[in-house]
């Protein structure tokens, strides 16, 4: 189906981008990479009147890493840049994990990291990973700007904080920690597809794990963070029966939906699968991150 008539806008700068939203509020899109919003409209999911194309925009395609080790994420970064950043790979390792698993080659040349997270497809892996990192959102509007944490940002299915006249300009991941692994893995029908089930995991060790964090996507409406389970593996080894333990109460506490690609019970069993998996993955590369 062709894409229904809107009018088109390519600002030429930051101030020009904000007063179109501003102006055009409700009824205006900011296009990115397109990767998500042009089939949406294709389909007649969506009917924008008017697409603010953002690609123009000086100043908002770059990686920088503050003194800190804090990553900052410019909106028009795209997904493929992003998967060859070295120092995302060093300083942001649980992104560069979940980049490979975003579709094909071919949408990652055209999508953004900072779209994947405005769209907020609750079976994305992206905003699972901001969940996980406790990353920070920075919105801007012609009132000012905003930071959002990401435990605030996703309200509901492709859904956000983010309000109509505001532009999603960066998104912060914060220092990586010492002794830190990271693993994404995932469960779909074919490589590129959206996940039926999948988490995005960080786990600290010292003598014993201090921290983890696992972050579902494809879990439910928005991307969850089983904090049961996270606390379950504090103060215990690194070890098989723990992995075990916390997969059961993931498969207890998540509540997943049902749909034409796999039943609730299913996607119970693959919870617990993909949260053995990435908890062993990502303890076998502490040392080899940061
Ligand atoms: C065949 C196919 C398979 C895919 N598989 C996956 C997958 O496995 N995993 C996955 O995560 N994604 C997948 N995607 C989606 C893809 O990753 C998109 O690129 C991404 O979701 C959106 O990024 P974009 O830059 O293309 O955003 P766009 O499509 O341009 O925009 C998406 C939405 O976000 C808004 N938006 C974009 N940027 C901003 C901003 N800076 N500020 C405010 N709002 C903004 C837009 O207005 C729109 O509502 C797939 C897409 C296709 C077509």
């Known amino acids: 189906m062709k894409i229904p008539a809107f009018s088109y806008h390519r600002p030429e700068s930051l101030d020009e981008a904000l007063g179109l939203l501003r102006d055009h509020g409700d009824d205006a899109k900011v296009l990115a990479g397109g990767q998500s919003l042009l089939p949406i409209m294709a389909l007649r999911l969506g009917r924008p009147e008017h697409l603010i194309d953002i690609g123009r925009l000086p100043g908002l395609a770059s990686i920088t890493v503050d003194g800190r080790g804090k990553v900052i994420i410019g909106a028009l970064v795209r997904h493929a840049a992003a998967e060859g950043s070295t120092d995302i790979a060093g300083h942001a390792p649980l992104v560069s994990e979940a980049l490979p698993h975003v579709g094909h080659t071919a949408i ?4 953004t990291v900072c779209g994947s997270i405005a769209h907020a497809d609750p079976a994305a892996e992206l905003p699972a990973v901001a ?4 990353a920070i959102m920075v919105a801007e509007s012609s009132d000012g700007v905003r930071h959002i944490r ?3 940002f996703f309200e509901g299915y492709l859904q956000t904080a983010l309000r109509p006249d505001e532009l ?3 998104v912060r991941f ?3 920690p010492d002794n830190t692994g990271a693993a994404v893995s995932e469960v779909s029908r074919r490589h590129g597809d959206f996940a039926m089930m999948g988490v995005a995991c960080t786990i600290s060790v010292a003598d ?3 921290a983890a964090a696992l972050s579902f996507f494809g879990a439910d409406s928005i991307p969850i963070r089983a904090t ?3 606390q379950s593996l504090v103060g215990r080894q690194p070890d098989g029966d723990a992995f075990d333990d916390a997969a059961k109460i993931v498969m207890s506490t998540l509540q997943p939906g049902a749909d034409l690609h796999a039943s609730a019970a299913h996607r119970r069993h693959l919870a617990g699968v993909v949260t053995r998996r990435a908890l062993a993955e990502a303890t076998s590369r502490i040392g080899a991150m940061a």
């Open 108 to 111: 990652r040349t055209r999508g």
């Open 174 to 176: 914060p220092p990586w």
């Open 228 to 230: 049961e389970a996270e």
């Open 168 to 170: 999603l300009t960066e």
């Open 131 to 134: 969940l996980a990192t406790d």
């Open 208 to 210: 014993e794990i201090t």
């Open 150 to 152: 990401a435990s605030d």
